[in-house]
């Protein structure tokens, strides 16, 4: 069976759709004025053809390197987030009780390691969490509150998953989500796709990659 194109998906978002949530789901945020970039789960799970969370990203991660480079020119803040339990899995939850793939994160696992090219420097943050969105049970948002920021450039993996839940707590938390379209992925377009809509419709700015990249160098001498 053909894998649906991205394109199919997108021909599927109906002129029917787009009018039922005109005038009620079109609102808008803007960039802010401070913005930090976090990178979701950037991991090998996702890039290993023999992992079953492989999800065929390559291109995704390409289009991330390239932000995380404006963004480090633009001296912004720069989060990381990756996936680590315990041996017994018991830090993960219902979470790891319902997904038996994330077994794969366990702390020290292979598949929990970072890409290459996409490798936090020294001097870069790195949270690790248990569960989808990346301030649940962690420093994150306190962490952004601290460092003035106002608005979070989300790039990550996959859109329906752990983006999405960060994109729905970086808005309830106060902050601008904005969506970095290129540098999110996931496994099938379908959810891919409709996760897109449904975080521009309701939650935050979903923003081509050049147009992101174009904001960031806008900035002199840091975020």
């Avoid at 077994?103 to 248990?130: C, R, T, Y």
């Avoid at 999405?164 to 379908?190: K, L």
Wanted: proline letters at 5%; hydrophobic letters at 45%; one cysteine or more.
């Amino acid at each position: 069976m053909r894998r649906p194109a991205a394109g199919d998906i997108v021909a599927a978002m109906t002129d029917e759709l787009q009018d039922n949530y005109a005038g009620v789901f079109d609102g808008g945020l803007g960039f802010g004025r401070k913005p930090a970039l976090i990178l979701v789960d950037f991991i090998e799970a996702y890039f290993d053809k023999g992992c079953d969370l492989y999800a065929g990203v390559e291109d995704v991660l390409a289009n991330a390197i390239v932000l995380r480079d404006a963004a480090r020119r633009a001296g912004l803040l720069i989060v990381y987030t990756n996936v680590a339990y315990a041996p017994s899995l018991i830090d993960g939850g219902r979470f790891a009780q319902k997904v038996a793939p994330l077994a794969n994160f366990v702390a020290g696992h292979p598949m929990g390691a970072w890409p290459d090219g996409l490798v936090p420097a020294d001097n870069e943050l790195v949270i690790s969490k248990q569960y989808a969105s990346a301030f649940f049970g962690t420093s994150l948002a306190s962490t952004l509150t601290a460092n003035g920021n106002d608005s979070l450039i989300i790039a990550g993996l996959t859109t329906s998953g752990c983006v999405r839940a960060t994109c729905v707590d970086c808005c309830s938390h106060g902050f601008i989500p904005i969506v970095a379209r290129q540098s999110v992925g996931d496994r099938h377009p379908g959810p891919h796709e409709a996760n897109l809509f449904d975080m521009q419709a309701k939650y935050g700015e979903v923003v081509p990659d050049a147009q992101v990249i174009d904001y960031l160098n806008g900035f002199q001498g840091g975020a």
